[in-house]
C-alpha cells in the first residue's frame, strides 16, 4: 500500500518523532507484500509488517533510530537463517524517521536512503511511471512510493447488528470510503472509525442518487418495505454490486416484486441475496466475514446466491 500521510501525520502530531517500518521489497515467502508498513514511536506502535521475529527486530531498529536521531535505515533480512522463521524467503525494510518539520507533502515520493543529491533520471523515469497503489521500488540509492490506488466506496444501509459487524470488519481494510446509513442518529454506535461517514435520514432510499455509481452497496435495513425500496433506487440508479440481507424466500418475494416494477430478471439478477458464505452460518460476525471476503475478491456478485432464479 502507499504512504498513509493522514495516519503519520496524526502519529506525528500524537506522539512526536515517529519511525515509519516499510516492507520495500520481498523475496521469496513473506508474511506481508511489498508497501506494507507500521508506525514506532517511543513507548507505542500501529500496524503490523507481520509479526514475529520480524517485527521484534523492526520495532527494536526502530527505537534505536529515534534515539540515536538517525534519518532513515535499510537493511535485508533472510528470514530463516537470521530470524529463525519458517517463511524462507528474504525481507528488504525500509525505516524513515518523521517529525513535524520532516513530513512528506505528497505521493508519489522519492526520497535518497544517504545522502541527499540530485535525483538519478532512473528514478525521475520511475516516479512518472508509477501506477497508483504500485509496490514501492529502491533504485539507484533512493525510495521510489507511488501514490495511493483510488478508494472504493461501500454504501452500507442499516446500522443493526450485521451492519455494525460488516463496518467493523471493513472499516480497517485499506482503499475503502465506507457511508453508512441509517434512520436517526441514535441506530449508530457511539465510535465511528475515522473513515465512515454515519449519516441519519429519515428517507434512505432519497440517499441512493447520491452514491457513486462505481459502489459497492450491502442493503441492511429491519424493515422489508425499506429493503425493497433500496433495491428499486439502487436498480434505477446503478452500482458496481449489490447485496441484500435475507433467505431465498425473501429474495423469491423481492424477484417478484421488482418484477412488478419493472426491472428486466437480468438486472435483478445483479443484486445477491443472501450475502456472505451461507456455510460459515447465521452470526452477524460470520456473515459480515463472508460479506468482506467477497468485497475483498472483487465485490458483492461474488457472494454466495443460494436462491431462486
Known sequence: ??????????????????????????????????????????DGQSGTIGGGALEHEAVTAARDMLAAG?????????????????????VTLVWERFDEAALPGAVPRARPMGPAGDMPATVARRLREMRPGAAPALLDGWLVEAAPPEVRPLWVWGAGHVGRAIVSVMAPMPGRAITWIDLSPDCFPDAIPGNVTAIPAA????????APVEADHLILTRDHDLDLALCHAALHHGFASCGLIGSATKWARFRSRLSALGHSNALISRIACPIGDTSLGRDPQAIAVGVASALLKGGNEKMTRDRAV
Open 203 to 210: 428517507a434512505p432510499e432519497a440517499l441512493m442518487r447520491r
Open 70 to 90: 538517525r534519518a532513515t535505515a535499510q537493511r535485508r533480512l533472510p528470514l530463516g537463517p537470521a530470524l529463525r522463521q519458517c517463511c524462507g524467503g528474504a
Open 1 to 42: 500500500m502507499s504512504l498513509d500521510l493522514a495516519a503519520l501525520t496524526a502519529a506525528v502530531t500524537a506522539h512526536g518523532a515517529v519511525v515509519r517500518v516499510l516492507v520495500a521489497a520481498t523475496a521469496g515467502s513473506a508474511p506481508r507484500d511489498p508497501g506494507t508498513a507500521m508506525l514506532v514511536w517511543e
